[in-house]
């Protein structure tokens, strides 16, 4: 509609009143006098403010009242066809339920990572850079150095991940939390519900000073009835005490999206706590705190980016002992791969674009189911017209119930998406993420805004066709044909041949992908781990919360193996600080190889484990030349050792037997003692990585984690109750651990694909189920409508089996050419799903969600054929039917 | 002074016949609202009666739409009023809906005074 410049409301008034004037005008010639005169014209023209105000209302009360009749028409028709309201609108509200539940988790992870910080759009997150491109966790001085010399932050903060054990020795119950620089509430900006955060006093470096924690408002409230005199209160942490200075606002969960945390402390705090070696903070190959940062207002991110990378790069030259090649970068928080965020980002993309094409399909349907309802009420449209409805008015009248049906369906979708996203959870690798998975359940105007935007392009996508053919209504066909159904129109036909190859197309599309992601995760299966976790109980302690030294670590280790090793049904213990295939980072250390010359920029930070005698042996990884470790390599012996795998060998020492050749690290020289087979360490689709082992006696520290292996004849389940009783006979106070058999353990490696693959089969079994339904209701409806055309051919002689043939011929056809277009796009979607990663452990590492089975011709191969065989059947039942009938039936049914 | 006729005599205007007869009145020269309203209930022989309200609002809506323009002029009687005139769209539209109402008020009268049908 074009606007006019709207006439000014005061020159309107000064209409009426000139038209009183020659009103009263008139009335004083025929006799009356003034003053009457002026009354009665007065009188005569009415209420003057009623009609100023229709004037002033004019375009928006009649749009309005339009709108008011189409919503109160749309309704009638609604309640006129429950059935089809009902169908419709159950099937918006799977499309739109689930699109806005994806949406709902990808705000959460994605779009707003943090609650109850501050302007969180200038928070980032820092990230070392190895030489390698990859991304790694930052150390401790390095934060120091950030902190220092960057001048366009508004500070830089650095956070580490860390298991408390909170109360007495015989009831201490294990927290997550983080241990955080002392300035990381004031660079979010997180505000106290009471007591107070850290102070610039506190925000020191000096270890094991300032002995203080902030607690989250859920801890606090669990834990202390909400009772404001907990500042100031003692609590017991790794057998230590803090003083409760303040308890955070509870909007805020800590600084990784979706997860929870319960307690802060700050990081100076480690020597105290986890008995890490003052040492250990100033070094830089200490790399476990993630940095965030805040940009100064009126700073670009590239300009921030940039100073950071001048910045690290100097660091490099500066500490080229550990750091050369290194530099920094800056990631959006959702970009952090280490957080869950880092495992839900791929698994979440896929979500999101298998909800659009569900969506699409629904659409398709519900334009369908309304085409068809258009062709029933083509008589209604066309007696509207005659009486001078105006065509847009009527297409509007449809697009009005369009939305209609869509809100409904959307309103609907709303009420599911509160259940819906608390799967999330189930998305979540079973452990210890999973226990943090945390969502804001509160109203969101981005999600309410979302799923508006989302139901009003679907009464548009579904509602364009429609209210294009009540534009194109031939009234003269209409009304001289005395209204007869599925005539007219060749126009018609084409849209809804056209809706039947699109909604081929998208079935072909969400089955492809559904076997493609399948199939990716099958071949992963098939992949070998190169260790064999059968049998295998697997136990996480978390001693050094209980207050244990390290050589008190140590002699437990040595004693628990050395009575689970004595239990009947046990064959091997064993324990390390890494496991094999998990989500913790995997570490490494920077290697020098006797005898090996590094290219320019060669990474040397190899990948290792560090491991008790019993390791190899238990995970039954083969020793292909040497020794493995014994009893002798300790504390005590002269020269360390070290065991090197195949690919080690073959890259460091080409042709050379490498027994017996030194390697440095850890700032002493070691000697190979063996080469094992290679084996899978961070994920299964790696490919054949260097890797090495040292002994746990020699080599392990107080930062390391201890994991503890138990391998049996039977399941490793019936292990759980004999290792609890003897963990608690070597002491009463170990209650902090955590057991799962290792198959299932390392099974969380395999989860960004499990997830994808799974997500895929739900969702593209609904989206096949939908199109399916779309597919038969549609031919269905096609061949009803040619039954007229059906009972001239057999009344002029055709057989029944020629009828069916052509009909399902027809519907083949259609078929043919979704399929043609679907496998288009099923194969430039193939190519971008391809490209999605998920990164898995700490290590920054990417591996392909689908593995490299993006172009199998099997798979599509099976979906076409699938679906020609499901349009076969749509097609052949209503023909089926149409052939049986009497041509005389046929013929008068019109 | 014209008597006011009893409302039972008059015939409230069918919607959308309005703007045809402002149509048609403009067709003769320009004129301002009241004597569009005077106009028609004159020609009308007082059968239609015009209410002002709704005719300032129909008038609006002919210029809105492009079928008459207006501007302020000085009338007969030296008052200032504001005066419409037909545009060349009004002229063509009044042309079509008085052939349209012809046709229709023929079909109504065939239907409603049959010549020789009921015998």
Redesign the interface.
């Known amino acids: 509609m074009i606007w006019?410049r709207r006439?000014d409301p005061k020159d309107?008034a000064?209409?009426?009143r000139?038209?009183l004037?020659?009103?009263a005008?008139?009335?004083e010639a025929?006799?009356?006098n003034t003053r009457e005169a002026e009354r009665l014209a007065r009188v005569?023209?009415?209420?003057?403010v009623?009609?100023q105000e229709?004037?002033n209302l004019?375009g928006r009360a009649m749009w309005l009242e339009h709108l008011l009749q189409d919503v109160r028409f749309g309704l009638r028709m609604m309640m006129r066809n429950r059935a089809f309201t009902a169908v419709t609108v159950l099937t918006l509200a799977i499309g739109i339920g689930a699109s806005t539940t994806a949406f709902t988790w990808i705000n959460a992870v994605l779009l707003q990572p943090l609650g109850g910080v501050a302007d969180p759009n200038r928070l980032v997150t820092v990230e070392t850079v190895m030489s390698n491109g990859s991304w790694v966790p930052n150390s401790y001085p390095d934060y120091q150095d950030f902190r220092d010399h960057l001048k366009l932050f508004d500070g830089i903060a650095v956070t580490h991940i860390a298991a408390f054990s909170v109360g007495k020795e015989d009831h201490a119950e294990r927290v997550w939390g983080e241990m955080v620089s002392g300035n990381f509430f004031s660079v979010l900006g997180v505000r106290p519900e009471i007591g107070r955060l850290f102070l610039p006093a506190e925000f020191s470096d000096t270890p094991g000073k300032f002995p203080i924690a902030v607690m989250s408002d859920r801890y606090w409230r669990s834990h202390y009835g909400a009772d404001p005199s907990v500042v100031g209160r003692t609590i017991r942490i790794n057998q230590h005490e803090l003083t409760i200075v303040g308890v955070v606002e509870p909007a805020f969960h800590g600084s990784i999206p979706v997860t929870a945390f319960d307690l802060w402390i700050p990081y100076m705090q480690q020597p105290v706590l986890n008995g890490v070696k003052e040492w250990m903070l100033r070094d830089r190959h200490n790399r476990n705190m993630l940095g965030i940062a805040r940009l100064k207002p009126g700073v670009t991110f590239d300009q921030a980016r940039q100073e950071l990378k001048v910045l690290a790069d100097r660091m490099a030259v500066a500490n080229a002992d550990v750091s050369e090649g290194m530099s920094a970068t800056l990631l959006p928080l959702w970009k952090s791969p280490h957080g869950p965020q880092g495992l839900l980002v791929g698994p979440l993309r896929i979500l999101m674009g298998v909800c659009v094409l569900v969506l699409l399909i629904v659409c398709a349907n519900v334009a369908n189911l309304l085409l068809a309802r258009a062709t029933v009420r083509e008589k209604e449209f066309s007696a509207r017209i005659a009486l001078g409805a105006g065509r847009v008015r009527l297409a509007r009248q449809v697009l009005t119930e369009c939305l209609l049906l869509t809100g409904s369906g959307a309103v609907l979708g709303l009420a599911l998406t509160p259940w819906l996203s608390h799967a999330l959870k189930y998305l979540m690798p079973p452990g210890n993420l999973q226990l943090l998975v945390s969502m804001d359940q509160r109203p969101n105007f981005a999600v309410l805004a979302f799923t508006a935007g989302v139901c009003v392009l679907a009464a548009l996508a579904a509602g364009i066709a429609p209210a294009l053919q009540v534009g194109q209504l031939q009234l003269n066909s209409q009304l001289n044909a005395n209204g007869r159904n599925g005539g007219a129109g060749r126009s018609r036909n084409r849209l809804r041949s056209a809706l039947v190859a699109s909604e081929v197309a998208l079935a072909l599309v969400a089955l492809v992908g559904a076997g493609l992601f399948a199939r990716g995760f099958q071949q992963t299966l098939r992949i070998e781990p190169g260790f064999d976790p059968n049998h295998v109980l697997l136990s996480q302690f978390y001693l050094s919360t209980n207050g244990y030294s390290l050589a008190q670590r140590k002699e437990f280790c040595r004693r628990l193996a050395e009575r689970m090793g004595s239990t009947p049904g046990v064959t091997d213990v064993a324990y390390s600080d890494g496991v094999p295939l998990g989500f913790e980072p995997s570490w490494w250390e920077e290697l020098r190889i006797d005898g090996y010359a590094p290219r320019p920029n060669e990474n040397m930070n190899i990948f290792r484990n560090v491991v008790s005698p019993g390791y190899l042996p238990l995970m039954h990884i083969p020793i292909l030349e040497g020794r493995n470790f014994t009893d002798e390599d300790n504390e005590n012996s002269t020269e360390p050792v070290m065991i090197v795998n195949q690919s080690f060998a073959r890259h460091f020492f080409a042709d050379r037997d490498p027994i017996g050749h030194k390697i440095h690290g850890w700032g002493d020289w070691f000697r190979v003692v063996g080469v094992v087979a290679d084996s899978k360490y961070h994920y299964l689709g790696e490919p054949a990585t260097p890797y090495f082992y040292v002994p746990f006696r020699q080599i392990y520290r107080e930062d390391m984690n201890l994991a503890f292996y138990i391998r049996s004849a039977g399941d490793p389940d019936d292990m759980l109750s004999t290792l609890r009783t003897q963990a608690r006979a070597i002491d009463p106070n170990v209650t902090v651990f955590d057991a799962a058999p290792l198959k299932e353990f390392i099974g969380a490696s395999l989860y960004p694909q499990k997830v994808a693959a799974s997500l895929m089969t739900v969702l593209g079994v609904v989206a096949l189920l939908l199109a399916t339904i779309g597919l038969y209701s549609v031919m269905a409806y096609s061949v009803v409508q040619r039954t007229h055309e059906i009972g001239v051919r057999m009344a002029l002689g055709a057989q029944p089996a020629s009828v069916l043939r052509m009909v399902i011929g027809h519907g083949l056809a259609l078929t043919a050419m979704g399929l043609a277009a679907g496998a288009a796009l099923a194969l430039a979607l193939a190519r971008t799903l391809a490209g999605v990663s998920f990164t898995n452990s700490g290590m920054g590492t990417h591996a392909s969600l689908m593995g490299g089975s993006a172009k199998d011709p099997l798979v599509y191969a099976a979906a076409a054929l699938f679906l020609c065989v499901v349009s076969a059947v749509a097609a052949w039942l209503p023909a089926r039917r149409a052939a049986s009938i009497d041509p005389m039936k046929a013929l008068r049914t019109e | 002074?014209?008597t006011p006729k009893d409302d039972n005599e008059r015939i409230t205007l069918l919607q959308g016949t309005l703007d045809l007869l402002i149509l048609r009145v403009l067709l003769l020269g320009t004129c301002?609202?009241?004597?569009i309203a005077?106009a028609i209930q004159r020609q009308s022989e007082e059968v239609f009666f015009v209410?002002?309200?709704s005719l300032?609002?129909a008038l609006?809506?002919l210029?809105?739409s492009g079928l008459i323009c207006a501007k302020w002029g000085v009338?007969e009687?030296n008052?200032?009023?504001?005066f419409y005139l037909l545009t060349e769209r009004g002229r063509a539209q009044l042309i079509a809906k008085t052939t349209w109402w012809n046709r229709l008020t023929r079909a109504m009268e065939l239907i409603l005074s049959p010549v020789n049908e009921e015998v």
């Open positions: 006019r006439r309107f000064e209409e009426i000139a038209h004037q020659l009103e005008d008139d009335l025929s006799g009356v005569a023209f009415g209420n003057t009623a009609a229709r004037f004019r | 002074m014209p301002h609202g009241q004597g005077k209410d002002h309200g300032y609002l609006q809506r210029e809105d009338s009687n008052r200032k009023a504001r």
